[in-house]
């Protein structure tokens, strides 16, 4: 199975790219993961350039959103919201309307934050998003709260909390299998 990871920081070693690295190293057995780099390259979705011809990094997405078996949404928390590179992808993949890239997708919402919430408000934010654009989404999303505490030189060594990620993409699993 292929794993599209979408991950909302732009920032090279923020703690979401640390975790996003992570769920790359910790996908279970069957299940391959990417991480999608062009993020930072979409235009903000307009409907104006949603046509029979998109921009090229338009194009690129749709396509790699397409050939992904599932996708897993990795975004940092911004005012109680998804990060807008999350929130512009997931528009761009919605669309057009009832057959866009996500649609009928299993997901799985993760978040790493430095507040001791996990980035819970951008994570019900990205389910719900996932969920209008046509995703299934699984209902238990992951939060990494504190996470200035948990990551070391790299890696998520909480163990409570490894194992919380592996539950999560497990959900993953199970949906693709159902």
């Known amino acids: 199975m292929n794993v599209l990871i979408l991950l909302g920081s732009l920032r090279a070693d923020s703690f979401n790219a640390l975790l996003a690295r992570e769920l790359v190293e910790m996908m279970p057995e069957g299940m391959t993961a990417s991480i999608y780099d062009g ?7 307009n409907e104006e350039l949603d046509g029979e011809v998109v921009p090229a990094p338009v194009a690129a997405f749709r396509g790699a959103a397409d050939r992904a078996d599932a ?19 997931l528009d761009w993949g919605s669309r057009p309307y009832g057959v ?18 996990g980035g819970e408000w951008a994570r019900e934010n990205a389910a ?21 505490e948990v990551f070391t030189d790299g ?8 194992n919380r990620v592996a539950e999560g993409l497990a959900q993953l699993n199970v949906s693709l299998n159902a």
Not at 76 to 83: D, H, K, Q, R, W
Not at 100 to 117: I, N
Not at 128 to 148: C, H, K, M, N
């Open 39 to 45: 993020l930072g390259e979409l235009p903000h979705y």
């Open 155 to 162: 890696k998520l060594t909480d163990s409570h909390l490894r």
């Open 100 to 117: 866009g890239a996500l649609k009928g997708k299993p997901a799985v919402v993760f978040s790493a934050t430095g507040s001791p919430r």
């Open 71 to 89: 996708v897993v949404v990795v975004t940092p928390e911004y005012n109680g919201a998804v990060s807008s590179v999350i929130k512009n992808a």
């Open 128 to 148: 719900r998003i996932l969920t209008v654009a046509g995703a299934e989404v699984a209902e238990d999303t992951v939060g990494i709260p504190s996470a200035y």
